[in-house]
């Protein structure tokens, strides 16, 4: 009975002695357990297992308390470490901005907290910049090596229009957090470097166009996992299109027009691509256009290839399910116009100056119901023109438009087929499904007859370019058209007075040279 006392004293003394760690609740649980089993039988080895579980409680407690002990360090280590990431942060940033602001260093208080500069968005849990937009802040110079590549969770960074300039230093094409990355619009120069560039594997977003880099376009860019936009327009780039242009299946869209790239377009592609827009215009690429690479862009909405020297066949592109926008203007494609898919989504079609040859498809319109502009201007083509346009009105069940007041109009609004072997008699052209001509060129043709009456439907019209043609009959009709523009009627056979265009207010240029019969009245 006296070994119980003590440890009865001992058990009480632990838990109300302040300075001493608390045993655990499951350390009392056995204690109070033993205690109940040796005042029932005054058990030695109960008495024994007792002094046991209270040491080991103890040991416990105090093991527990040391533990906690060392979180309270470790994070008091840790918010040492972010306090110190912060400061160096700031301290690297200010360094750029003291070197590149220049006149605009009044926009910045550097005695402030960084997170609270212009520009600046900081992630508060882990004490780090993480956004950084200097856009269009008149930034001068150079990017020195450790300012901005030293803040490491940037996920944002744009310094899109200013006049920074030289290569981009290694660090900054090491910050792998990257989603987003804009340098648009400045006067940097060098290399992209290709094997920086394949550690950005959180990249969405990549634009640096309007700038002055060269060497080869960057193999490993269309190989991120992630990136989607990618635009390198309007710089020095040389050289052949990466064979993994079409092997993506992150990207969406891409425009690398206005370099000096040349070869010819991949023909290897991932049928799971989901590219959206192409913009390689303004280049030097050549070839035919590979019958294995866009028959298989089934979600491609814009195709912009002009001002190359792209030749062949246009069949390629013609099953084409989703094509909004085709531009393929100055190049040398041959062959005919090509038949696209009934009901199709064409908005916008350009195929001037190829030479292209044969009769312009007499369905083109009808099998496009959303086409606003269509250029076919300086090819081979041939037509009858009041054949064409008269077929080519929309009726009301072949109109995809719901409006019943507009059922049977066509959305056209530009129509150029300049410089072509059109021709047939103008004077049985109906414009009267077509309100919405805005622009109307047939000059350099054999078009013949007279001015059509019904060309004042197209009440529209600001821009009619009618010139170098074979044309008679009165220039009255024009005078019910006040919103033109431009009228170029000259090298015709017209006649009547000009007298009659004098309600023409808005004219800002107006030619009727080399009609012979066309005069003033006295």
Not at 249 to 263: I, K, M, T
């Amino acid at each position: 009975m006296e070994e119980l006392g003590k440890l009865k004293k001992k058990l009480c003394s632990s838990q109300s002695s302040s300075p001493s760690p608390s045993p655990s609740p499951s350390s009392l649980l056995v204690l109070l357990l033993t205690l109940t089993i040796m005042l029932a039988s005054n058990n030695n080895a109960a008495i024994t297992l007792a002094r046991g579980a209270l040491l080991n409680s103890n040991s416990s407690s105090s093991n527990n308390n040391n533990n906690n002990n060392n979180n309270n360090n470790n994070n008091n280590n840790n918010n040492n470490n972010n306090n110190n990431s912060i400061d160096a942060e700031t301290m690297s940033l200010q360094r750029f901005l003291e070197a590149s602001l220049g006149n605009s260093m009044a926009l910045y208080n550097f005695s402030a907290h960084v997170c609270t500069w212009k520009g600046v968005r900081c992630n508060r849990e882990e004490n780090s910049i993480e956004s950084l937009l200097l856009e269009s802040m008149g930034l001068q110079g150079s990017i020195q090596p450790q300012t901005i590549g030293s803040l490491r969770s940037l996920t944002h960074l744009s310094l899109y229009n200013n006049s920074l300039h030289c290569p981009i230093p290694w660090d900054l094409w090491s910050l792998t957090s990257l989603h987003y990355l804009s340098l648009s619009l400045n006067s940097f120069n060098g290399s992209i470097p290709s094997s920086h560039l394949s550690n950005l594997r959180d990249l969405e977003r990549l634009d640096l166009s309007h700038n002055q880099f060269s060497g080869g376009f960057p193999a490993s860019l269309p190989t991120l996992p992630r990136l989607r936009f990618l635009f390198l327009s309007s710089n020095q780039l040389s050289g052949n299109l990466p064979a993994s242009l079409f092997s993506s299946q992150s990207l969406l869209f891409v425009d690398a027009s206005r370099n000096r790239l040349f070869g010819p377009i991949p023909d290897r592609i991932d049928p799971a691509n989901n590219l959206i827009s192409l913009n390689l215009s303004a280049n030097s690429l050549s070839g035919p256009l590979p019958a294995t690479t866009f028959p298989n862009l089934a979600r491609l909405s814009v195709l912009d290839l002009s001002q190359n020297m792209l030749s062949g066949p246009l069949s390629p592109l013609a099953s084409l399910p989703k094509l909004d926008r085709l531009i393929l203007s100055v190049n040398h494609f041959m062959g005919p116009v090509p038949t696209f898919r009934s009901n199709n989504t064409l908005r916008v079609l350009r195929l001037r100056n190829n030479l292209l040859s044969g009769p312009i498809p007499p369905s083109l319109l009808l099998s496009s119901p959303r086409l606003i502009e269509l250029d076919l201007s300086t090819n081979v083509l041939s037509a009858d023109i009041s054949s064409f346009i008269n077929n080519s009105a929309p009726t009301s069940s072949s109109s995809s438009s719901s409006s019943s007041s507009s059922s049977s109009s066509s959305p056209l609004t530009w129509l150029d087929l300049s410089s072509n072997n059109v021709s047939g008699d103008f004077s049985m052209v109906g414009f009267d499904a077509f309100p919405s001509l805005v622009y109307l060129d047939l000059s350099g043709n054999h078009v013949s007859g007279s001015l059509p009456g019904s060309l004042v439907a197209a009440r529209n019209l600001s821009h009619l370019d009618l010139s170098d043609n074979a044309l008679d009959g009165d220039v009255s009709p024009l005078g019910q058209m006040p919103r033109l523009e431009f009228l170029d009627l000259h090298n015709n056979s017209l006649n009547g007075s000009v007298a009659a265009l004098s309600n023409l207010t808005s004219l800002s240029r107006l030619n009727l040279s080399y009609n012979p019969d066309l005069g003033c009245d006295r």
